[in-house]
């Protein structure tokens, strides 16, 4: 065993999956594992399943699966070796150098690297240039120094290349440079740019204190009026969020989310640093789920105009979907919170929070809007919308509070009004089922992206999975295994890339687990890698069901294939029309 495979068996030790996975979301205890709702997807039911004795992880919804290497990478959006580093600092262990550490890795660490020179850049810019623009205002919107500060707040010049010239300067080459999406080539003169002229600077730092991207916003009429850096090797929109690092180490149980930069610095400069926002973008799944690992309470801090409505609408739908209960606050007197702050302080700005009200209230008094209640044909438009709202509430109690509420807005009985929900609970229902149907079929014919070939070889993918978990379940017999099915036998790619990797693993280590597949596969390969194992578990393959396996793959080799016509030699061909002439 080489040194960095004896420091990641320690690492594996040192945290157990239970422990690692049981710190983002609550594990059920079912026998000698866990199980718990994926992290990974939504989903109301538990369909992940933590497996101890193997130390891995599989979600039979999504298919996401692994060890705790695989789940640190996914749940963390890191990539291997960045996931040996954070498990590493979690158990207090150091990481041994790796001389073959991935271009990949290496060309995120100079994109991390050029994204903090960048921010020191814009930074002092902002302090000592010579345009106090930026500075100016800083000051309007009544910010500290300490909280510019903090922020790490900045100021791009109104200069071509500026920036550029900087990083050529500290060897940053073209490259590296295009990849952090700072500068780029002018596709008529063919010059290098800087993309962020004339802003000011809003650095966006991970839950790992790099800076990852920034958001510029400009201080005249000029379009776009905010600006954010595009996906990079380091950088997505859809799965961070702003300010998330400081607001990850709030001791409060509930974070307020806020529509844009300004209005979350504000916030946690009024003494909230449980405040969060969205990057340019609508809340996403993945942002809701990322929330859910910290509070079970978000409170939406929207501005009030339409769009701000609007965009509340869609952030409670994704919040249901987590787990996550949802609150709003009304803002009176304002039109964002950081004109409320502003106007009448940070103690009334948490009265403001303490006395929110709840989604369903929300959307209740939403389905009022454009309507004439004192009108039957409102009335009858109202309760059609407010039912559909309230057959989405699980919890019968809660279900009667929000009715009796709702029928006091119009002249009608409970009874009537439950007899109509209990109708679009059930049509619900059956809509659900059958896209529940709808995707399962379609799964059954769409192509399989890990492994294309099982769709056309379905026997013999089953076959080669059996086998695998044959090899899986008796790893000291790897030797004898291999002599009854070698590798070549296999008929799909994948699944031979799978079973060479088990055997050549098996015959140079004692003790072998999947774990050992992270550094070779993707996050999705092993995820499948673990699924095959997990669905067979129950199963119980004997050494018959073992040779009939082998026989089928053998069965295979012997059928004369066309493969599209590419491979069938002229024997066979022949072969086949003599067969079909002599059937005549």
């Given at each position: 065993?080489t040194?960095?495979?004896?420091?990641?068996y320690q690492?594996r030790?040192?945290n157990?999956i239970?422990?690692?996975?049981?710190s983002?979301?609550?594990?059920i205890?079912?026998g000698?594992?866990?199980?718990c709702?994926?992290?990974f997807?939504s989903?109301?039911t538990?369909s992940c399943?933590?497996?101890?004795d193997t130390?891995?992880?599989?979600?039979f919804?999504c298919?996401s699966?692994?060890?705790v290497?695989t789940?640190?990478m996914?749940i963390?959006n890191?990539d291997f070796?960045?996931?040996?580093n954070f498990?590493a600092?979690r158990?207090?262990?150091?990481v041994?150098?790796d001389k073959?550490?991935?271009?990949?890795?290496?060309?995120?660490t100079?994109?991390y690297?050029?994204?903090?020179?960048?921010?020191?850049?814009y930074?002092k810019?902002l302090?000592?240039?010579?345009?106090?623009?930026?500075l100016?205002?800083?000051?309007?919107r009544?910010?500290?120094?300490?909280t510019v500060?903090?922020?790490?707040?900045?100021?791009?010049p109104?200069s071509f290349d500026?920036l550029?010239?900087?990083?050529?300067?500290?060897?940053?080459?073209?490259?590296?440079i295009f990849?952090?999406?700072?500068?780029?080539?002018?596709?008529?003169?063919?010059k290098i740019?800087?993309?962020?002229?004339?802003?000011v600077m809003?650095?966006?730092i991970?839950l790992?204190?790099n800076v990852i991207?920034f958001?510029?916003r400009?201080l005249?009429?000029?379009?776009p009026k905010y600006?954010?850096t595009?996906?990079?090797?380091v950088f997505?929109?859809?799965?961070?969020l702003f300010?998330m690092n400081f607001a990850?180490?709030?001791?409060?149980?509930?974070?307020?989310?806020?529509?844009?930069?300004?209005?979350?610095?504000?916030i946690?400069?009024?003494?909230f640093?449980?405040?969060v926002?969205?990057l340019g973008?609508?809340i996403?799944?993945?942002?809701?789920?990322?929330?859910s690992?910290?509070v079970?309470?978000?409170i939406?801090?929207y501005?009030?105009?339409?769009?701000?409505?609007n965009?509340?609408q869609k952030a409670i739908?994704?919040?249901?979907?987590?787990g996550?209960?949802?609150?709003?606050?009304?803002l009176?007197g304002?039109?964002?919170?950081?004109e409320?702050i502003k106007?009448?302080g940070?103690?009334k700005?948490?009265m403001?929070l303490d006395d929110s009200?709840?989604?369903?209230n929300?959307m209740l008094?939403?389905?009022?809007?454009?309507?004439?209640?004192?009108?039957?044909?409102?009335?009858v438009?109202?309760?059609n919308?407010?039912?559909?709202?309230?057959?989405k509430?699980?919890?019968?109690?809660?279900?009667e509070?929000?009715?009796?509420?709702?029928v006091?807005k119009?002249?009608i009985?409970?009874?009537?009004?439950?007899?109509?929900?209990?109708n679009e609970?059930k049509?619900s229902q059956?809509?659900?089922?059958k896209?529940?149907?709808?995707n399962i079929?379609a799964?059954?014919?769409?192509?399989?992206?890990?492994?294309p070939?099982?769709?056309k070889?379905p026997k013999?993918?089953?076959?080669?999975?059996?086998i695998?978990?044959?090899?899986?379940?008796?790893?000291?017999n790897?030797?004898?295994?291999?002599?009854?099915a070698?590798p070549?036998?296999?008929?799909t790619?994948?699944?031979?890339?799978?079973?060479?990797?088990l055997l050549r693993k098996m015959?140079?280590?004692d003790?072998f687990t999947i774990s050992?597949?992270?550094?070779?596969?993707?996050t999705?390969e092993?995820?499948r890698?673990?699924?095959?194992?997990?669905k067979?578990?129950?199963?119980?393959?004997?050494?018959?069901v073992?040779?009939?396996c082998?026989?089928i793959l053998?069965?295979?080799?012997?059928?004369?294939?066309f493969?599209n016509?590419?491979?069938?030699?002229?024997?066979d061909l022949?072969?086949?029309?003599?067969?079909?002439?002599?059937r005549k």
């Amino acid at each position: 065993m080489t040194q960095n495979d004896e420091f990641l068996y320690q690492l594996r030790i040192a945290n157990p999956i239970d422990a690692v996975v049981g710190s983002y979301v609550n594990l059920i205890k079912r026998g000698h594992n866990f199980v718990c709702s994926c992290p990974f997807h939504s989903e109301k039911t538990p369909s992940c399943t933590v497996y101890t004795d193997t130390q891995s992880f599989y979600c039979f919804g999504c298919g996401s699966g692994g060890d705790v290497i695989t789940f640190i990478m996914k749940i963390e959006n890191l990539d291997f070796r960045e996931a040996i580093n954070f498990l590493a600092a979690r158990a207090g262990l150091t990481v041994p150098e790796d001389k073959k550490n991935s271009q990949y890795a290496q060309r995120k660490t100079r994109i991390y690297e050029i994204n903090r020179f960048a921010a020191n850049f814009y930074y002092k810019n902002l302090l000592k240039g010579t345009d106090k623009r930026g500075l100016k205002y800083f000051a309007e919107r009544k910010l500290s120094p300490q909280t510019v500060k903090k922020y790490g707040l900045g100021f791009a010049p109104d200069s071509f290349d500026l920036l550029y010239s900087q990083l050529r300067k500290n060897g940053y080459n073209d490259d590296e440079i295009f990849d952090s999406w700072l500068c780029t080539r002018s596709q008529k003169n063919g010059k290098i740019y800087d993309i962020f002229r004339n802003r000011v600077m809003f650095p966006i730092i991970d839950l790992r204190g790099n800076v990852i991207g920034f958001g510029g916003r400009v201080l005249d009429d000029s379009k776009p009026k905010y600006l954010n850096t595009s996906k990079t090797p380091v950088f997505d929109k859809g799965n961070n969020l702003f300010s998330m690092n400081f607001a990850k180490n709030s001791p409060e149980k509930r974070i307020i989310l806020a529509e844009g930069y300004m209005d979350v610095i504000a916030i946690n400069q009024a003494g909230f640093e449980n405040v969060v926002a969205t990057l340019g973008t609508a809340i996403t799944p993945e942002q809701a789920r990322l929330l859910s690992h910290y509070v079970n309470e978000v409170i939406i801090a929207y501005d009030s105009d339409a769009a701000g409505q609007n965009a509340t609408q869609k952030a409670i739908n994704h919040f249901s979907n987590v787990g996550i209960n949802t609150r709003i606050i009304r803002l009176e007197g304002a039109k964002d919170p950081d004109e409320y702050i502003k106007k009448f302080g940070a103690a009334k700005f948490r009265m403001l929070l303490d006395d929110s009200f709840d989604a369903n209230n929300f959307m209740l008094n939403q389905c009022e809007n454009g309507i004439d209640l004192s009108t039957q044909q409102g009335q009858v438009e109202f309760l059609n919308r407010a039912s559909k709202i309230l057959a989405k509430i699980e919890s019968p109690l809660e279900r009667e509070v929000y009715i009796s509420r709702t029928v006091k807005k119009c002249d009608i009985s409970a009874d009537i009004l439950k007899s109509h929900i209990d109708n679009e609970i059930k049509k619900s229902q059956h809509l659900d089922k059958k896209l529940e149907w709808k995707n399962i079929t379609a799964a059954s014919v769409m192509p399989d992206k890990v492994n294309p070939m099982s769709v056309k070889l379905p026997k013999e993918c089953k076959a080669e999975e059996n086998i695998i978990c044959w090899l899986l379940k008796h790893p000291e017999n790897c030797s004898e295994i291999a002599k009854k099915a070698p590798p070549e036998l296999f008929v799909t790619d994948f699944n031979k890339k799978i079973y060479d990797c088990l055997l050549r693993k098996m015959t140079e280590y004692d003790s072998f687990t999947i774990s050992m597949l992270s550094e070779e596969f993707s996050t999705e390969e092993v995820g499948r890698i673990t699924g095959i194992e997990a669905k067979k578990r129950s199963i119980d393959i004997s050494e018959e069901v073992f040779a009939d396996c082998i026989a089928i793959l053998q069965n295979y080799h012997k059928s004369p294939h066309f493969d599209n016509g590419e491979n069938i030699s002229d024997n066979d061909l022949v072969a086949i029309f003599e067969n079909k002439r002599k059937r005549k």
